[in-house]
């Protein structure tokens, strides 16, 4: 690991962030942990204690129930005249199935004695029935088995003596099914015999009886009771009693929820703190990775940056990416990089004019030598032709004498041209005019060689100050070597447009382009790519744009091909001259 990058910053971010994070973070978790397990013990607890004042308050509307069904058997059988314990029981016997599938399974007659006439169940009753009207919970045995009958007793009018009717529902899992659809509760139904409980129904194998201070308590308090420390493997625990006729707990319900620990044991709380600090160390290691990134990565292209351009590279530039403070930095640099390599661009065109103007000299003193003696070969040849009567290969030797003088001659013009341009002679034109006028030039070349040409004005009339037969002389040399450069069948395109300030000719062309590494030469004087090219068409068009204050440049067209931009300063608000007219306006 480089130690002297910057990872040591990083890490030293990753840390800071967990050291700062973490710790608040897991106190955070203790309290929340502890608030969150004391608010949840409070919430089962009070379920717990609303559950078993439920099943209470079921077992009571069982014996309500009871007590309405039983009246209404009386007034049903006190209408059959035979008001014996055979005549009622005869009477009552078709009620016993209905009465069955509404749960009231024990049905009784006996007499003020307690003896019992009838029993639709083998029920035996621990104490001695009432004989009154009662609704409360009975305790006895079924078939053998302790057992606990919520139901109620009311007098029958009898002429032999005094009769009563027991109506009961005998307290089993059917009698609370619908709280078997809470499976994290646990349920149990106790009957008290001779102080102890026994265990009438459970819905598990916990050992879940009370301890007899709970008991004693049970048989003295009507309300349910929470069990701090309920007993087996078990978190919180509820009980309610049963009070019988006489008001003696014969039994209890025992309301409980599974886990011994539940959120507030210590197993409990070391995991969660545990899941939290690795939690929490997670998400501020991430955090810090992402930000230690996004604090390193704006400096290290900064440095890069700093790099390229002491190495000379000043068309560097770096991302004005990250904080106020470091985009403020990225922007000065970038701001720094432009100045030094507009600096470089201008200390190069210093020394490409440096270059030229020597050359201009250099060239104009070569001209004149040789135009002096050119112009005494072509004298010569003239007298020799007048003079002399010469054969037929004699006079074809003159005339390419004559043809090559011409053309020194010619290539020294452009030479003299180039090394001393003319001061432009300005008039305000619209230069879509200037366009027009190569078109109608170049038409017929265009159709000879089997080439298209295209016009896209989006300048709207914007006008230039200049040289019109200058700019003219300009795009013309671009036009023409667009068509230099294409087969037959290729396509010329001239596009006009305008900025606020500047006015653009494009002349592009679909041919095989320019070379990125020539790009940079094609404007230097006698530079060419073609045979027979002096290579100063492009330098005379340079000298020419740059003399109006504009520029030239070299493109690549999207597509394929090349395409050259001249951009020229647009001309203040006076009105255009119209063509034929510049001479007259700038000699007036």
Known sequence: MNWRGPWPVRLRLILAFLLVGVPPMLGAA???SALISSSFEKNVGQWLTETARFVIVEITDREDDAAQIAATLTGAVSQTGNETADGFRAALKPFEPVLAADGFDVLMIYDGTGAIHYTSLPFKPAKTLPTSATRAIFAGTLDGNPVLVAGATVSLSASSGNLFLFLGDALDTSSFSSLKAVPSLQLDFFAMRDGEAIKLYETSNLSTVPPKPILQRLASEDDPILLDDPPGDLFLAAVSGLKDQDGMLSG???????????LDGPDQQMRLLWAVFLFGALIFVLAGTFVSARFVK???ALSQGVRSVASGDFSQRVPETGDKETVELAARFNAMAAELEEARAREAELRRRER???LGEAAMVIAHEVRNPLGIIKTSSDLVRSRTKLGPKEEELLDYVTEEVHRIDNLLTEVLDFAHPKEPRRSVFVLRDVVDRIQGFVAPEMTRKGLAFSIEDRASGA?????????????????INAMDALPRGGHVKVRVFATARAVSVEVADDGPGVKPELRGRIFNPFFTTRAKGTGLGLAKVTTVVEAHQGRVECLEEPGGGACFRVTLPRAASEPPVPAGQDQKI???
Request: proline share 2%; net charge negative.
């Open 356 to 358: 030229l103007s020597t």
């Open 30 to 32: 203790y309290l929340a």
């Open 298 to 300: 704006p400096l290290r």
């Open 586 to 588: 700038t000699q007036g």
């Open 463 to 479: 006008t230039v100050s200049a040289d019109r037969d200058q700019i003219y002389e300009a795009i013309l040399n671009l036009v």
């Open 252 to 262: 209890f319900v025992f309301c409980g929820v599974g886990g011994q620990e539940g």
